[in-house]
């Protein structure tokens, strides 16, 4: 994912030119907390739509959401104002001009890509001149735990209704932000001493979405990304945690580029990735 640099400026002009109709009404539970940004399973009319990306503050809440088809939307407090809202989004290198429907409670727009914006920024909205603003930081992180919500659908069973069919001995992912690896897998038994030992490095892995990193942790800066299926060797655990998660040295197939990568995103069978997403 491209971060930009620039602090962006989400404005929504004074006039009203339409009427919104209302936004569909849903049910949501949650799937993980990545830093204060909060990932819901969505479901409408009892069956799963997608993935909610929420963060809360003295604005409100502002709420990316991302369908199963892959589409993003933004939306945000509509402080009462229903209608359609022309609105830009102001950065160092222009404008772009869209429009935001509201309903009173919710002002909402389509996203042409996944939210990549600034990390160490904000966004300010401004509805009649009454700004609203919300931090960033975390949120390549908080997209990439949306799009392994989306890969495994939600964790139905957060949902109403019946378990969804997981691997034996899974657990689902706690509200602490972690899935649990099924028990045993892999791993390697001694039958003598019962000694259970993880699988040695280098193992095969993939990654479907997600930032690379120079360090084991957010705090170091982004080197490269994933935007889709990508084959890695996992080459070193780092030890160091996150959300429930290891952080992992990895190689490209080129076997000259390397970083690291949160486990969510490690889809691979080895205690401190994530053996769901695969």
Same mark, same amino acid.
């Given at each position: ?17 339409g009427t919104a109709p209302a936004l569909a009404q849903r049910s949501q539970t949650m799937f993980n907390n990545i830093y204060e940004w909060q990932v819901f399973a969505v479901a409408e009319g009892g069956t ?44 160092? $290198? %222009? ?8 309903? +009173?409670?919710? #002002?909402?727009?389509? !996203? &042409? @890509? /996944? ?19 919300w931090s960033l930081f975390g949120l390549s992180e908080a997209v990439a735990g949306t799009d392994v919500c989306i890969d495994y659908e939600g964790d139905a069973a957060r949902l109403a209704g019946p378990a ?18 099924? $028990? %045993? ?8 001493? +019962?000694?259970? #030992?993880?699988?040695? !490095? &280098? @193992? /095969? ?74």
């Amino acid at each position: 994912m491209r971060r930009t640099t620039a602090r962006l400026a989400l404005v929504v002009a004074m006039g009203c030119v339409g009427t919104a109709p209302a936004l569909a009404q849903r049910s949501q539970t949650m799937f993980n907390n990545i830093y204060e940004w909060q990932v819901f399973a969505v479901a409408e009319g009892g069956t799963f739509s997608g993935c909610s990306l929420e963060r809360s503050g003295d604005s409100g809440t502002l709420r990316f959401f991302l369908t199963t088809g892959g589409s993003w939307s933004l939306d945000v407090p509509a402080g009462g104002r229903s209608g359609i809202f022309e609105a830009y989004v102001g950065t160092e $290198n %222009g404008q772009e001009v869209f429009t935001l429907t509201g309903d +009173g409670t919710r #002002a909402i727009t389509d !996203l &042409p @890509i /996944a939210p990549g914006f600034d990390e160490e920024g904000t966004l300010i909205v401004s509805i009649d001149g009454v700004a609203m603003n919300w931090s960033l930081f975390g949120l390549s992180e908080a997209v990439a735990g949306t799009d392994v919500c989306i890969d495994y659908e939600g964790d139905a069973a957060r949902l109403a209704g019946p378990a969804p069919a997981l691997p034996p001995g899974a657990k689902l992912p706690d509200e602490a932000g972690g899935a649990t690896p099924p $028990n %045993g897998a892999g791993t390697s038994e001694t039958a003598s001493t +019962g000694f259970v #030992a993880p699988p040695r !490095l &280098p @193992i /095969a892995a993939v990654i479907h979405t997600g930032n690379m990193r120079a360090g084991p942790g957010t705090q170091y800066p982004v080197t490269g990304g994933f935007t889709r299926t990508t084959p890695v060797l996992v080459v070193e655990d780092t030890g160091v945690p996150f959300d429930g998660y290891n952080w992992f040295r990895v190689e490209m197939s080129d076997g000259a580029t390397s970083g690291y990568v949160w486990g969510a995103l490690v889809c691979a069978d080895y205690p401190g990735a994530n053996p769901l997403c695969r």
